[in-house]
């Protein structure tokens, strides 16, 4: 009986909602994480295959998806999950820079995902870091032509930067804004370059989906692992909505959850204050 008068104290004040702008979902390490958000995405291809319906996902690069991708791909060797009806749209790739180039994400993405799923080629869609200069706006529109006659995106993953970037989309990215060629932060090329010979090596420009153009998917999982990202996690859910921290511009959207692990939610008032929040 003390137990339930205590947890129906406990719910009375439990005042977390109003510290957190965006759903978290908080999970013990990096692997639960991934596997929770490869469940939603192979639960979703299921669906649309029943209903004989293309999925169109949006995807991410860098170290934060990698698990999500090995996941996917096992779930495709050992439990049949097929691609067959998998359109696939990328944020980004740096300017200019070869396909094939090991820093690329058009050869990531082949390498971490495509290589090993039975996706059909012609339903790739990734930002070509080949082009000439003078065709990278006709390059952007056609992008987002590609994604609006696609149905647009139901599911985008993305990851965050240390600075709050989503996409590309560096700090005083608009709101509106579009699939464009942008420059890099100076710390974007910093917490990349490991990827890297050295600093100077990296690109100093990118092409980029917009904050537009992710704010018109369906549904969006950002997800974010380890204590460097725990700071931006807690401006982006708890603080105002700012372009100087864009993935803040995400409370915008109704439909959108954070995908964490312990360490980068460590910052939230719920973990950082609990008494705040009543917990
Ligand atoms: C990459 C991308 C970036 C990364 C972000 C975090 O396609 O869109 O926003 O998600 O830079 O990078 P990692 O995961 O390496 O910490």
Redesign the pocket.
Known sequence: KQTNNMAKRTNAIDLSDSFEKIPVKIFPSSKDGSVFVARQIADFIRFKQQKKEKCVLGL??????KSLYAELVRLHREEKLSFKNVITF???EYYPIHNNALQS?NRFMKTQLFDHVDIDPKNIHIPNGEIEKDDIKEHCRQYEKKIKDAGGIDLQI????NNG????NEPGSGIYSKTRLITLDNS?RI??AYEFANISQVPRLAI?MGISTILQSKKIILMAWGSA?APVIKKAVEDDDTEQVPASLLQNHDDVTFVVDKSAAAELTRNKSPWLTGD
Not at 158 to 161: A, D, E, R
């Open positions: 991410a690069t860098g170290s934060t998806p990328n944020l980004d994400y993305l990851g965050i930067g970037h989503i996409g590309f974007t917490a990349n980029t990202k």
